[in-house]
């Protein structure tokens, strides 16, 4: 038991400060290993005011600057899509074309759409390509540009709420993995041998149940032969007093026993601590001796 001596007691006996600052260190290296990942690799972090309130404003920010670099993401990852999609049926328009000119048919609504094309502006031509990739992606080919516009902002309303519920289960995983990190600290702090019990304290406490339950079965012995020892005859004024003797006597015994259990009860549990509180209540008792002695 000498290296608890080498600890303080609220470090021994809180594990809740251990726990705190255990979730305080991997936010801390959550934070900067974000930052170190936005400087360049030859930039170290600068120094800042490591406090509370500067690790909740830097996670909240690295929880918005993931949220945006996804959303850029997905932004992207829907620009290329629709792009290929255009692309692919520019390129079957145009083997269409093609077909219709070897086969000596021409369209006159592919003529009037070339023509159209050919005379729009740039700005023109983005906004048709863009009313063509929503058409496509809705999967109406001859849709109404209001019920494309309604469709579209429906989506992204739909867009939005994902986001909110992919950003609050995202808070919940990491509140999980956070709580469950701290019932891992706990269990390796509870199962270390800071918390191991007296040497003695296992054969006292076996001692004591034993003690206990043999006056139980005494007691309920007695329960039993009090309602017999009424029905006998015999029974006399002196056989009731000696019965209630010997339950007064075991019930002091009880008495006893439970104050000693209390006296050990507030013992420290280290056995540095638990003697050199006995030998103060020794101490204690010399003194009021001797005052006692003086008054006498």
């Not at 219709?100 to 023509?115: F, G, I, K, V, W």
């Not at 019990?197 to 032969?225: C, E, G």
């Not at 209390?262 to 549990?269: C, I, Q, V």
Request: aromatic share 4%; with cysteine; hydrophobic share 40%.
């Amino acid at each position: 038991m000498a290296h608890l001596q080498d600890h303080p007691p609220a470090a021994i006996f809180s594990p809740s400060v251990a726990r705190i600052a255990a979730s305080t260190a991997r936010d801390w290296s959550y934070v900067d290993s974000w930052l170190a990942s936005k400087l360049p690799p030859d930039r170290p972090i600068p120094p800042f005011e490591r406090n509370q309130d500067t690790l909740k404003a830097l996670l909240a920010l690295a929880l918005a600057n993931e949220a945006a670099d996804e959303e850029r993401h997905q932004r992207a990852r829907a620009s290329e899509a629709a792009l290929q999609t255009l692309r692919r049926r520019r390129r079957q328009q145009q083997q269409q074309q093609r077909q219709r000119q070897e086969h000596d048919t021409p369209s006159l609504s592919m003529d009037l759409l070339a023509s159209i094309q050919r005379e729009l502006p740039q700005e023109g031509r983005d906004a048709l390509e863009a009313l063509a990739n929503v058409a496509v992606q809705s999967g109406a080919s001859l849709a109404a540009p209001q019920d494309l516009a309604r469709g579209f902002v429906r989506l992204q309303a739909e867009l939005a709420e994902t986001e909110l519920m992919i950003s609050r289960l995202d808070l919940l995983r990491r509140h999980v993995d956070r709580e469950a990190g701290l019932a891992v600290d706990a269990l390796r702090a509870w199962q270390s041998d800071r918390f191991k019990p007296l040497p003695d304290a296992a054969r006292q406490n076996l001692d004591l149940q034993r003690k206990t339950k043999a006056m139980h079965a005494q007691l309920v012995d007695l329960r039993d032969r009090a309602p017999v020892a009424a029905q006998t005859q015999h029974l006399t004024i002196g056989d009731a007093a000696r019965e209630e003797q010997d339950i007064l006597d075991l019930l002091a015994c009880s008495e006893e026993l439970e104050a000693r259990i209390n006296d050990f009860g507030r013992l420290p549990y280290d056995a540095g601590d638990a003697k050199a509180e006995v030998d103060s209540l020794r101490s204690q008792l010399r003194h009021l001796s001797l005052q006692l002695d003086a008054l006498s």
